[in-house]
């Protein structure tokens, strides 16, 4: 049971933590103003390790690589922890954790657009005035806009965001059947 209660404590920090540097890139992509209430937060949480990373990683081609690199440093201390609490060799992994931790990232990524648009979408129907409802649009527009151009709009209703909710449980059904064959 302590390893359950661990294995869960570790699932839930390292996943937040990794989808908060995620957010931080995709504020970053997005343009987000960074005097928005959720870039701070974000921002806060995050230079801790992100600013140090600037020093040794500089951005290239319009992509905060420090960024990226911390999110996936972040999954393979997490696979290194998973590994440890297991009684596992990490040493011996490490190779495949290397490899696991960049789909870890890749799942992190898509996990948080589900989490952005399904948030955007109760924010649509419960309180569009929210403080954070313009960040959360700012965000989903780049994923919802190519799909609003092809989708008719139903009866006035906006289906795009469900659609793109279906398109990232199919990437996470693909990501997971990648990290089963790389085990």
Same mark, same amino acid.
């Given at each position: 049971?302590?390893?359950?209660?661990?294995?869960?404590?570790?699932?839930?920090?390292?996943?937040?933590?990794?989808?908060? /540097?995620?957010?931080?890139? %995709?504020?970053?992509?997005?343009?987000?103003?960074?005097? #928005?209430?959720?870039?701070?937060?974000?921002?806060? !949480?995050?230079? *801790?390790?992100?600013?140090?990373?600037?020093? !040794? !990683?500089?951005?290239?081609?319009?992509?905060? *690589?420090?960024?990226?690199?911390?999110?996936?440093?972040?999954?393979?201390?997490?696979?290194?922890?998973?590994?440890?609490?297991?009684?596992?060799?990490? /040493?011996?992994? /490490?190779?495949?954790?290397?490899?696991?931790?960049?789909? =870890?990232?890749?799942? %992190?990524?898509?996990?948080?657009?589900?989490?952005?648009?399904?948030?955007?979408?109760?924010?649509? *129907?419960? #309180?569009?005035?929210?403080?954070?409802? @313009?960040?959360?649009? =700012?965000?989903?527009? @780049?994923?919802?806009? @190519?799909?609003?151009?092809?989708?008719?709009?139903?009866?006035?209703?906006? !289906?795009?965001?469900?659609?793109?909710?279906?398109?990232?449980?199919?990437?996470?059904?693909?990501?997971?059947?990648?990290?089963?064959?790389?085990?």
């Amino acid at each position: 049971m302590f390893t359950e209660i661990v294995q869960f404590l570790l699932d839930i920090v390292f996943t937040l933590f990794g989808m908060a /540097l995620l957010l931080r890139l %995709w504020m970053q992509l997005t343009r987000l103003p960074s005097r #928005n209430p959720v870039s701070q937060g974000v921002f806060q !949480i995050t230079d *801790w390790l992100v600013r140090p990373l600037r020093r !040794i !990683i500089p951005g290239f081609g319009g992509i905060d *690589w420090a960024t990226l690199i911390a999110a996936w440093l972040t999954a393979v201390i997490y696979l290194v922890c998973r590994t440890l609490l297991y009684e596992g060799d990490p /040493l011996g992994f /490490l190779p495949v954790i290397l490899a696991i931790a960049l789909l =870890h990232v890749l799942k %992190w990524g898509i996990s948080l657009i589900m989490w952005v648009t399904l948030l955007m979408a109760i924010l649509s *129907w419960v #309180n569009p005035h929210s403080p954070v409802a @313009p960040a959360i649009y =700012h965000l989903t527009e @780049p994923l919802l806009r @190519p799909l609003r151009r092809v989708l008719p709009r139903l009866g006035g209703f906006d !289906i795009s965001p469900l659609i793109l909710f279906v398109i990232a449980q199919i990437l996470l059904m693909v990501i997971a059947r990648l990290s089963l064959g790389s085990v």
